[in-house]
């Protein structure tokens, strides 16, 4: 199929799985969708460049084969057909971890489509996966250095400081390039590697020719890219940088929990584990060492990481893969910013986070309605990595009673709400324990607090 003016998701009824190829250092991700109606099937290859990593070691089957099993999401939204094959032999866990990303991951994309089926297709495979992966057994260790992902905002850049006050020398990494992902490298002046992902271009025509579109879990496909990477380049534990708060969910809708963040969630993270450990890999390949905290502690940690504060960006918007969509810095329009906004405004000071956002969205009447949503005072948590109402409420009760910033527009109007606000702040989510963090790693944040 070339470039289509006119898609019509009924006339494709089955997503089709197809074994990644190789060549060279390029892994291409293929699928398939068959037509029906007289529709011809179309192609998609989704590639990604290891070139970029100094390895000649051969790809890992088992990790290649999960790649190729959780890229595939982005391509089953474009119809949501009612059929997942997979062309390849598959094990049990395999299916289960296939049906598990659909079911969490497409939540938000079936809510907003209105289509509830779309999150549990049915899924035909053949069993036999097995013995390939009986046969490979790898060098592994967690004795060697991690390899800590990287998105250009505050949560990567506590890790990533939190283990070089604890003495390790991570890689760092990302899929793509982006600017703001550059620059905390930079100024972390710490050694990086990086996967080139190009999704098909098919895939966006089609998002213009009437196929279904909408978010997908994409820290889930950065995860497993990741653990490759780490594989060929000889390195230990992949680190993420996963809070506690993405556990929470959106809203609740025809049975389903719908999660924006899910593949941020401590599920994703053991799926993913126990995936690992079926392949007869160790667990403490990936983990995420920000588990436990919500987002205001983390927060707490980043205020003291001073050198990133004119750098780093957690606004999604910097991160579009049409470099012409892109934001360099900081929208100030989004829920993300104006999260990141106020849960900074009573730790890192007026002057200083104005200078950073460019402007204080606090004194903005406009951005009332959002910060309301975000404060749990309407509607349902916006579909965003934001946290929790009550980390938010805390912060207002906190900036109402500060003179720096009692009197911008929008304290004041929260201010009505005080009452509400204080009784949401003194729910909090407290710091939990996160059983998946492993021994050598256990006094990490530590060395963070006490430096
Ligand atoms: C940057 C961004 O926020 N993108 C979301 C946005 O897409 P948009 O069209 O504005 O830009 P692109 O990301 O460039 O996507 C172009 C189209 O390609 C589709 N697509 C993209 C990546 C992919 O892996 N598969 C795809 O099919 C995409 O659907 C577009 O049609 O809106 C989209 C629809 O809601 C979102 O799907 C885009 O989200 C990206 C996948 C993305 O990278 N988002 C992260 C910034 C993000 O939301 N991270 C979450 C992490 C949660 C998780 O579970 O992974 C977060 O910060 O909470
Ligand atoms: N392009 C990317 N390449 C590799 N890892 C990424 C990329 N984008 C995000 N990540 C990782 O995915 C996880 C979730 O991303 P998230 O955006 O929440 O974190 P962040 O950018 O570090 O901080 P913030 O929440 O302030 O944006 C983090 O571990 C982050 O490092």
Known sequence: MGVTTEFNPADYRRLLIRE?????????????????????????????????IDSTVAFDPRLLRLLALTA??????????????????????????????????LGEFAFENQLPD???????????????????????????????AVGGGKDSVVSIEALKAAGRTPTLFSVNRYQPIEDCIAVSGLSSVHVLRKIDR???????????????????INSVIALIAADVAGLGSVVMSNEQSADIENLSWHGFEINHQWSKSREY?????????DYGMDPARYFSLLRGLPESDIADLFRGCTAYFDVFVSCNRSFALDESRRRS????????????????????????????????VLDNDQNTELFLELAGLTAHKPFECVGDY????????????????????????????????MASAANRVPVAESENIPAPYAGVLGALVSR
């Open 20 to 52: 990644c190829q190789i060549e060279g250092r390029v892994v291409s991700a293929r699928y398939s969708l068959i037509g029906s109606n007289g529709a011809d099937d179309v192609e998609f290859a989704e590639t990604f460049d290891f070139g970029g």
């Open 72 to 105: 595939g999401v982005s391509y089953y939204k474009a119809s949501a057909p009612e059929t997942v094959s997979i062309d390849f032999p598959i094990t049990e866990s395999e299916a289960a971890y296939v049906a598990a990303v659909i079911r969490g991951g």
């Open 118 to 148: 779309a999150l549990t297709p049915m899924l035909d495979y053949r069993l036999g996966g097995d013995v390939e992966i009986a046969a490979a057994e790898s060098a592994w260790t967690l004795d060697a250095e991690p390899l800590v």
């Open 202 to 220: 098919t895939l966006i025509e089609l998002n213009g020719a009437g196929a279904y579109n909408g978010h997908i879990p994409v820290t889930a």
């Open 269 to 277: 993270e053991n799926l993913l584990r126990s995936m690992l450990a």
């Open 329 to 360: 810095r900081w929208c100030g329009e989004c829920p993300k910013c104006l999260f990141v906004f106020v849960l900074l405004a009573p730790r890192i000071g007026r002057d200083r986070l104005c200078a950073i956002f460019a402007q204080n």
């Open 390 to 421: 009550s980390e938010v409420a805390e912060a207002f009760v906190d900036l109402m009673d500060d003179s720096e910033w009692s009197d911008d527009a929008v304290v004041r109007r929260m201010a009505d709400d005080r009452t509400r606000l």
